[in-house]
Each structure stands twice: as C-alpha cells, then as structure tokens.
C-alpha cells in the first residue's frame, strides 16, 4: 500500500509560481510510475505531467497546456514527487492530485483510470 499526501497548493497571482509536492508513505516510489492530475469545478480530472520509472531513468511527458512552464521531478530516495509550476495562468485553477501504480515499461500513463493509489489534493487557485 501507497499512502500520497500532496501539500503546496495555495493562491497565486497570473504569471506566479507553485511547488506541489506528494509525499509517499508506506512505500517508496521506486518502481512506480507517478502522474499528476488537475480537477477544476464543473470539468473532468485531466492528466497534467507524469513520470515513469526505471532503473536507467525513467520518462517525463506533459500535457500540451502545461509544457514548457510544469515541470516533474523525483527526489533521490523517491519518496517525494514535485511538480514546479511556472507561469501561472488563470486556467490552471483546479485540484491537484497525484497518483502512483506500478506499470510495466517506461511509458508515461496519462489514463487516471489506470492509477491505483490517490492523494486527496491540493487547491491551486491562480488570480489576480
């Protein structure tokens, strides 16, 4: 069992940045694949950034609304997975959860349906 506390949400000004990070207990991230997702009112959770595992080193992909400003990363004993977020626009307002699951391959699984364990998010509202 994977336990994810996610923290670092708050109120930011357009064009601000954030620092979420999700915190694993019970397990370390190590061979587990790590997505972070967004859930603004009225709208479907969407995928935002993600990040594979592997023993070489694992893959990044982002969604095309956040490439170039979001960026993943793990830290060294894998238990802790940021997302930076620059360039904070109005848009980005929403829920941020992450989720974890083992997969096999160094593909970085977009489908929150196929993620096992959840965060219970953090707000990130972006205003003026």
């Known amino acids: 069992q994977v336990q994810l506390v996610e923290s670092g949400g708050g109120l930011v000004q357009p064009g601000g940045s954030l620092r979420l990070s999700c915190a694993a207990s019970?397990?370390?991230?190590?061979?587990?694949?790590v997505g972070w997702f967004r859930q603004a009112p009225g709208k479907e959770r969407e995928f935002v950034a993600g990040s594979s595992w592997s023993v070489t080193g694992g893959r990044t992909y982002y969604s095309d609304s956040v490439k170039g400003r979001f960026t993943i990363s793990r830290d060294n004993a894998q238990s802790t997975v940021y997302l930076q977020m620059n360039s904070l626009k109005p848009e980005d307002t929403a829920v941020y959860y992450c989720?974890?699951?083992?997969?096999?391959?160094?593909?970085?699984?977009?489908?929150?349906?196929?993620?096992?364990?959840w965060g219970q998010g953090t707000q990130v509202t972006v205003t003026s």
């Open positions: 019970g397990r370390t991230l190590r061979m587990y694949g």
């Open positions: 989720a974890a699951a083992r997969f096999a391959g160094t593909i970085v699984v977009t489908d929150a349906a196929l993620y096992t364990y």
